[in-house]
């Protein structure tokens, strides 16, 4: 079945640095959202991308549609501590089923 | 808002046993989904309504997984009976209508153990 491809799997960085993931697709997609994970809860939605090239903020987060729609990528800027958690990026490409990549583990140290 | 209420929270049970998880989706969504967390399969899609309408179950594992919607606010999700294969977490979502782009909404889950 389709799968989404998330990269990097974990990061490990220090409070203050940016950090950068990404998802990427063989097929194309109509919408892409980013959602968050702490230890213990269910994802929690961050940022919902809805066309091709569509760039959104949400705080200190960005995400980016991207431009074939077969990808997307966030990032996080000066990253603190309650930034910890996993982040998984899902998307739907031709179905009411949510498709949700492998998920990245950021550890962030003080 | 209420977001997805989930119960209970934890469930510790003997294998063989009926387990009942329990979902009440955000008001005025017309999807609800239950998926199932493990650190080897990350999160599957076991079976979603529209409408309390079962559209898709073909991510249930077995016979012993059963799903039902019988109102707007309300599901369950049985397992009969229980596995210690079963253990996992188990996650409730609902989300608004829409041509495949709406985003879901997740509760808090279900952290299931079978002994």
């Known amino acids: 079945g389709q799968q989404l491809n998330q990269s990097p799997q974990s990061m490990f960085i220090q409070e203050g640095e940016d950090v950068s993931m990404n998802c990427t697709s063989s097929?194309?997609?109509?919408?892409w959202l980013w959602y968050k994970q702490d230890p213990g809860e269910g994802p929690v939605l961050l940022i919902a991308l809805y066309k091709a090239g569509e760039l959104t903020s949400n705080g200190r987060l960005t995400a980016q549609f991207g431009i074939t729609r077969k990808d997307s990528f966030l990032n996080i800027s000066a990253s603190i501590p309650s930034d910890v958690g996993i982040y998984f990026c899902?998307?739907?490409?031709?179905?009411?089923?949510?498709?949700f990549g492998t998920g990245t583990r950021l550890q962030v140290f003080p | 808002d209420a977001g997805v209420i989930q119960s209970p929270r934890h469930e510790v049970t003997e294998m063989g046993q009926e387990v009942t998880l329990r979902c009440k989706p955000i008001?005025?969504?017309?999807?609800l989904f239950w998926y199932r967390q493990t650190m080897m399969r990350g999160l599957e899609l076991l079976i979603y309504f529209n409408n309390n309408v079962p559209i898709d179950d073909s991510g249930m594992p077995e016979d012993r997984f059963s799903a039902k919607m019988p109102n707007a606010s309300f599901s369950t999700l049985k397992i009969q009976p229980s596995e210690p294969r079963d253990s996992a977490v188990y996650f409730c979502a609902s989300s608004l209508a829409g041509q495949g782009n709406q985003p879901q909404h997740f509760g808090d889950g279900t952290r299931l153990s079978i002994l």
């Open positions: 008001s005025g969504h017309d999807y």
């Open positions: 097929s194309i997609f109509n919408t």
């Open positions: 899902a998307g739907y490409y031709n179905t009411d089923k949510l498709i």
